[in-house]
């Protein structure tokens, strides 16, 4: 007679025999289609690894019959992507910054390059937005320290500002009057609240009214006689409520008496000619271009 297993007073499952610290296996076999299931996974895994990349090396991997890898996939995506380009960049190359903004479909090119080279390189500073933040110009609005041309921007980008790396960088120092001794504190608050004053905001008129004094021997020379600044020089406007470093008058105190001035890498040096000139359309774009 066969030999009569054992069952699970619980269950009712006849055990296997094994048996583990008390604890005895019931003879339970998964189901069938788990089964099947399991072997379509075992074959599903061989069919893997030979047809595609699957097993590492020691400096390298297989490669499998068909040869697929999502980064080769990318690489073929890019290499297409400068191919219809190419036909696009030899024009970009060749014109100039007017000519590209009367070619519908060459500027629509070089604001698409423009806005992916700003989000990159720009971004950071300007915002992604560009909307700037304090010591950081907004690039939408109509002040322009250095002026808003085509001309003017591409210079600007090109060449940078107060940076120690290209000779020709947009420079416009600003005497810092109490570290240098030019103007006494009771002076540079005089002047600041006649600064407020340009642009409409509230300010004391005796202290204003001495300040005016002040400001015309010392600050006509950059910011214009009526604070209308001067793009040669960078200075900016001081009679609109737009201002680079706070327009209250602690930040105006602050300007006059150590002086402020940002930094900005030569783009020239750094970007192709081709990525420069998409920038430049871009930036002009934005609403403050002239």
């Known amino acids: 007679m066969p030999e009569q297993r054992e069952k699970d007073e619980f269950s009712g499952t006849e055990t296997t025999g094994h048996e583990w610290d008390g604890i005895r296996e019931l003879d339970n076999p998964p189901p069938r289609w788990w089964l099947l299931t399991w072997y379509a996974c075992i074959v599903w895994a061989v069919g893997y690894w030979v047809l595609m990349p699957a097993w590492p090396l020691i400096t390298d991997n297989t490669k499998g019959v068909l040869g697929y890898t999502e980064r080769g996939r990318v690489v073929e995506d890019i290499k297409q992507a400068k191919a219809a380009q190419a036909k696009y960049l030899v024009k970009l190359e060749k014109a100039n910054l007017e000519q590209i903004r009367t070619d519908p479909e060459l500027l629509d090119f070089a604001l698409a390059g423009g806005r992916s080279a700003y989000n990159v390189n720009c971004s950071q500073c300007h915002g992604s937005g ?85 400001f015309k021997e010392n600050c006509v020379d950059c910011h214009g006689a009526k604070g209308q600044g001067n793009q040669e020089q960078g200075a900016p406007k001081l009679h609109d409520a737009i201002w680079l470093f706070g327009g209250d008058k602690d930040s105006i105190v602050e300007t006059v008496s150590f002086s402020r001035g940002g930094v900005m890498p030569a783009w020239g040096q750094i970007l192709n000619a081709n990525t420069v000139k998409q920038l430049t359309v871009y930036v002009h774009s934005l609403g403050g271009g002239r």
């Open 130 to 214: 560009a909307t700037g933040s304090p010591g950081f110009p907004n690039l939408n609005d109509d002040d322009w320290l250095w002026g808003g041309t085509l001309n003017d921007i591409s210079y600007t980008i090109t060449h940078g500002a107060r940076n120690n790396t290209d000779d020709d960088a947009r420079v416009s120092d600003m005497p810092k009057f109490l570290t240098d001794e030019i103007l006494e504190p009771a002076q540079i608050d005089d002047v600041a609240e006649y600064v407020l004053s340009l642009s409409g905001k509230s300010s004391d008129k005796d202290s204003a009214s001495r300040g005016k004094a002040v």
